[in-house]
């Protein structure tokens, strides 16, 4: 019997499969590394920043499909464990430059949270319209939860001094956090959003949905390029971020530090 053959299972599937990946542990170290050069300002702060923010964001997305896929999980799909989705690696989630390079290129220059990887999830598996509701619910209210946690620590700590670089850069996770919690809530075929509303349409609305749904992320694209439309988002995120009491000013900085090329 091998190591492995041995290891402890949990409803069949081996412990392993619920460990965070060493590239997430990575990108967590990565991340704390770079908010303590950018609080201790040691380094080019333009660096610093642009590896927390970009390292912040990334490790958002991996919680992001990490809350599909337990919610999956626990809702029955047994095989998003064996797929490794609950390891929180990144390279599992779908192609490392469509859902990971491209969102990080579009944060750079649009400053807007664009949805990342994708898990599959077995949805004959699954029973009930409501789980197959609360499985795409999760990854949008994983960036709702993350945006109130930075905007508590940000209101917390701004007034107790810190390099303004270190804020602007917190500022700007959350400012990100709500783009990514409004895009992911647009009922669009294929994103999160139009995929809660799915499972409650008529079998014709459906057999339409699922013809639409493998160019979700055109359709996003062409409704963000329509400048009535844009227009009618970014009003919406800037609202939000004045409601959370998110200094408009501040996130402003921590986008003109981040590309780090115009410095």
């Known amino acids: 019997m091998t190591p492995r053959d041995s290891e402890p299972l949990v409803l069949g599937v081996p412990r392993a499969a619920f460990r965070p990946s060493p590239v997430f542990l990575a990108l967590v170290a990565l991340l704390v590394t770079s908010a303590v050069l950018t609080w201790h300002g040691i ?15 990334l490790v958002s997305l991996c919680l992001h499909e990490y809350a599909h896929a337990v919610v999956a999980y626990r809702s029955g799909d047994r095989g998003v464990a064996h797929r490794g989705y609950l390891t929180l690696n990144p390279l599992k989630y779908s192609h ?50 993350f945006a109130l946690v930075l905007v508590v620590v940000l209101r917390l700590g701004a007034g107790g001094g810190g390099p303004v670089e270190f804020w602007a850069a917190v500022a700007l996770l959350a400012f990100l956090q709500i783009t990514a919690s409004l895009l992911n809530l647009l009922p669009v075929p294929g994103l999160d959003g139009g995929n ?8 014709q609305y459906r057999r339409m949905y699922d013809l639409f749904a493998p160019y979700g992320f055109i359709l996003l694209f062409a409704l963000l390029w329509n400048p009535t439309i844009g227009g009618w988002f970014f009003t919406a995120v800037f609202a939000v971020g004045d409601a959370l009491g998110l200094p408009p000013w501040l996130y402003a900085t921590g986008l003109d530090l981040i590309r780090f090329w115009q410095g």
């Open 196 to 203: 809660m509303i799915q499972p409650w349409l008529t079998p």
């Open 43 to 57: 380094g080019n702060v333009r660096l610093t920043v642009f590896g927390f923010v970009v390292c912040g964001w």
């Open 96 to 145: 490392p430059l469509l859902s990971i390079a491209l969102p990080v290129v579009v944060v750079l220059l649009g400053g807007i949270g664009l949805p990342g990887g994708a898990v599959w999830v077995d949805r004959h598996v699954i029973p009930g319209r409501l789980r197959h509701t609360l499985v795409s619910l999760a990854g949008p209210a994983t960036n709702v939860l």
